[in-house]
C-alpha cells in the first residue's frame, strides 16, 4: 500500500516538473540574435529610397483609441487628437491613420528592440527594463549609420542605452519618474523645433515623448492629467505637420520627406503595461508623406469659398456646418484606415 501511494506521488511529481518545463520553454523564449550584417554586397539593392529624410515622433503609451475613437462623456480621453486628425482628414491618400497591434511584452525597451530589429521580443527582455543591453545585432540606425545618415534623437534616455554612438546629436532625459509629466516632453519639444529649423543639419530625427505614458501611470487614463497631456500632444503634432508641409513645396526642404508619429505599446485604464490585453497592445501609428500633403493643402485652399477666406457673413453662418462635416471627415478617415494597421 506505501509503495503504490509513494508511486503516484513520484508520477505526480514527475508530471509537475514535466509541465513547469515545458511552460518555461515556451513563455520564457530565448532569442537567438544572428551575428549577420545585411549588406548590398550580399543582397543586390535595386530600389531608391522614396525619402530623402524623416521624422520620427514616438509618443509612448498612445493607445489607438486617444486618437481615432469618438469622445463621449463617460471617455473623455478618446479621440482627443481633432487638430491632428483635421489635417491628416485634408490629405487624402498623402496620410495614413492605422491601428498597430505591438507584440508583447508591451514594456519600451522590448518594443524599441522589436521596431528596429524587426525581431520578436520575449518575456526574458522585461529583465532589462531598467538597464538595457546594447543592440548587437542587425538593425536600422546600424543600417542608416552604414549608408551615412545624420541621426539624431531627443526624450526617452532608452535610446541611449539600446545605440548611444548611432546618433550625431543626442538630448536623452531621465525616463523612470513617473511622476513627472513634462521634463522629457519639454525637452523634446525644446530641441524639435530648433532642428526642425535646421533641416540640412539632419537626415533622421526622432523624439520620443513620456508624458501620456506617466499620466497614465500615475493618475490613470481617465484623470485630467491624462486630457490634458493628450491635448498637448495633438497641439504639438499637428503644429509639426503643418510646419513641414509647409515647407514641402516643390524645392522646399521637406519636399521629400516622410513623417511618422507612433507608439510603442498602449495602457490600461489604471496606466499598466507589459501584458498582452487589447488595451496594452493597440498602438497607432500615423504616416504622412509631406510633399502630397503640401500639394492636397494647397488644393483644398484655393477651393475654398471666398466667404470663408474673407471671413465674412457667409462664412460665420456655415461655420458650424463646416465643423459638423470636417469631425465626419476625421472619423472616416480612422475608420478608412482601420483596418491597415491589423
Not at 481615432?68 to 491632428?84: I, L, M, Q, V
Not at 525637452?187 to 497614465?216: C, K, T
Not at 519636399?255 to 497607432?284: C, I, N
Amino acid at each position: 500500500m506505501a509503495g503504490a501511494l509513494l508511486f503516484r506521488l513520484a508520477v505526480l511529481t514527475a508530471l509537475h516538473i514535466l509541465i513547469a518545463l515545458v511552460f518555461l520553454k515556451g513563455f520564457l523564449l530565448t532569442r537567438v540574435e544572428l551575428p549577420h550584417t545585411s549588406s548590398c554586397t550580399d543582397v543586390p539593392c535595386h530600389s531608391s529610397p522614396a525619402f530623402s529624410k524623416a521624422v520620427v515622433l514616438i509618443v509612448d503609451a498612445l493607445r489607438y483609441d486617444f486618437v481615432c475613437d469618438e469622445r463621449s462623456s463617460a471617455a473623455t480621453y478618446r479621440g482627443r487628437f481633432p487638430k491632428t486628425l483635421g489635417l491628416v482628414g485634408t490629405a487624402g491618400d498623402a496620410a495614413v491613420v492605422a491601428r498597430f497591434v505591438a507584440d508583447t511584452p508591451t514594456i519600451t525597451m522590448s518594443r524599441l528592440k522589436a521596431l528596429l530589429t524587426g525581431g520578436l521580443p520575449t518575456f526574458l527582455d522585461v529583465g532589462e527594463s531598467f538597464s538595457a543591453s546594447a543592440l548587437t545585432e542587425d538593425n536600422l540606425l546600424q543600417q542608416l549609420q552604414g549608408q551615412g545618415k545624420r541621426m539624431v534623437v531627443m526624450g526617452d534616455d532608452t535610446w541611449m542605452q539600446l545605440a548611444k554612438d548611432a546618433f550625431t546629436e543626442a538630448y536623452p532625459f531621465p525616463s523612470f519618474n513617473v511622476n513627472d509629466l513634462h521634463t522629457v516632453d519639454d525637452g523634446v519639444w525644446e530641441h524639435l523645433l530648433p532642428l526642425l529649423a535646421q533641416p540640412d543639419s539632419w537626415d533622421v530625427l526622432i523624439g520620443h515623448y513620456l508624458g501620456v505614458d506617466h499620466a497614465g501611470h500615475t493618475y490613470g487614463v481617465m484623470s485630467r492629467q491624462m486630457e490634458a497631456k493628450l491635448d498637448q500632444m495633438d497641439s504639438q503634432v499637428s503644429h509639426v505637420i503643418e510646419s513641414l508641409a509647409a515647407q514641402a513645396g516643390p524645392g522646399g526642404p521637406y519636399a521629400d520627406a516622410l513623417l511618422l508619429v507612433l507608439s510603442d505599446h498602449g495602457q490600461t485604464l489604471g496606466g499598466d503595461h507589459g501584458g498582452g490585453t487589447p488595451d496594452e497592445t493597440d498602438s497607432v501609428l500615423m504616416a504622412v508623406s509631406l510633399r502630397n500633403m503640401h500639394h492636397a493643402v494647397q488644393s483644398q485652399a484655393a477651393q475654398r469659398p471666398a466667404g470663408a477666406v474673407a471671413g465674412g457673413a457667409a462664412a460665420s453662418s456655415t461655420s458650424s456646418s463646416q465643423q459638423q462635416q470636417e469631425q465626419q471627415q476625421q472619423q472616416q478617415h480612422c475608420s478608412a484606415h482601420l483596418e491597415a494597421g491589423r
